[in-house]
């Protein structure tokens, strides 16, 4: 297949940093859609391949799955999508489009395996891997394209492509409601998401912090109170409480007070940390019928109705907003969790 190259940004190996560098995308096919990309949210996944800590990554990385851009070619079959459209590419480019988990709008669990944005096999380019935002543009499947309300700031949409897909998934899927006590236990990209989120449907939202100072901030997000989880007497009122709590704590972490804030029958579902936890006591969930589940982005339906939803209420995420240069430094401080609360790269500096 014939490609053009493409400005990027991205590493050699796990140890450099990110520099300017040339790929090949494509040429748009039939069922192509080419986006020019304006912005690209910064994620924690980015740094993990990045630098190899997951393990996997195939060099060189060009990381970026919250991507926004604009449409400047289509190919003849596709007709959703036109020149100029505001449009979207979040975690997933690719799939077998036919096993039973896709074929139920589940692409993420697709049995043949999910082609990423960055990181996965090509399956148009023999040989070659995928790449992902921190480009010019970029050559997606139309099936993959998603379709950016017109009310939403563009920079401000683009983490909702995998930080907000991830906290909408389980609120939609556990059926969140009015009403409701949820918990959300921590205050990063992640958790930002899912306290607008579950304010949105109606939930009496409690923030779950270990910082005292993310208080304030998280009464902004909308969080009705904030429970401070190192004060014993506080998670001793609240015990038995929550009828859902979203985990996006990013680390192994102790799991039993958390577990002791479900009521019975209530459900706390991890999403942050994809690694090993620390041991629980199985009476914590025995004793309540409490349960303890995970949740995987999105498929491409629902991340449609996560952004129909942003639409109708306004919902963006609290960036920061950066130059393509100053990636690096970026990376560093997501680290160390110093930034409210997602990057953004502004993509017309790649082009300076």
Avoid at 239 to 256: E, R
Wanted: aromatic share 6%; proline share 3%.
């Amino acid at each position: 297949m014939a490609t053009t190259k493409t400005k990027a940004y991205g590493v050699e190996s796990e140890k450099d940093n990110l520099k300017p560098m040339e790929i090949e995308r494509r040429d748009v096919g039939d069922d192509d859609v080419k986006i020019k990309i304006t912005y690209c949210g910064v994620c924690h996944s980015d740094i993990h391949t990045a630098r190899n800590e997951w393990g996997g990554s195939k060099y060189p990385v060009v990381p970026g799955h919250e991507i926004i851009g604009h449409v400047t070619a289509v190919g003849k079959n596709v007709k959703n999508f036109k020149e100029g459209d505001v449009v979207g590419v979040g975690c997933l480019v690719d799939s077998c489009q036919e096993c039973p988990q896709c074929k139920n709008d589940l692409e993420q669990f697709c049995e043949k395996g999910a082609t990423f944005t960055y990181n996965s096999d090509d399956k148009h380019l023999k040989g070659k891997q995928t790449f992902g935002g921190y480009s010019t543009s970029v050559v997606v499947d139309k099936e993959f394209v998603l379709k950016i309300p017109k009310n939403l700031d563009e920079a401000g949409a683009a983490p909702l492509l995998c930080a907000g897909i991830t906290t909408w998934s389980p609120l939609s899927h556990w059926k969140i409601k009015k009403g409701d006590k949820v918990g959300v236990v921590g205050l990063g990209g992640l958790g930002h998401m899912g306290v607008k989120f579950a304010n949105a449907l109606g939930a009496h939202v409690v923030m779950i912090t270990t910082s005292p100072s993310k208080a304030d901030d998280a009464k902004k997000l909308g969080a009705h109170e904030v429970l401070i989880s190192k004060n014993e007497a506080e998670m001793a009122k609240h015990q038995g409480t929550f009828d859902f709590i979203l985990n996006t704590i990013p680390v192994g972490h102790k799991m039993d007070p958390y577990i002791g804030l479900l009521k019975i029958d209530a459900t706390m579902v991890l999403v942050g940390a994809v690694e090993p936890l620390e041991p629980f006591h199985g009476g914590g969930i025995i004793m309540g019928r409490k349960r303890i589940a995970g949740s995987l982005i999105g498929g491409i339906k629902e991340t449609q109705e996560m952004l129909d939803f942003c639409g109708k209420h306004n919902i963006v995420s609290d960036i920061e907003l950066i130059n393509m240069k100053d990636i690096n430094e970026a990376y560093d401080r997501v680290v160390k969790a110093d930034v409210k609360y997602r990057f953004v790269i502004d993509m017309a500096s790649l082009g300076d």
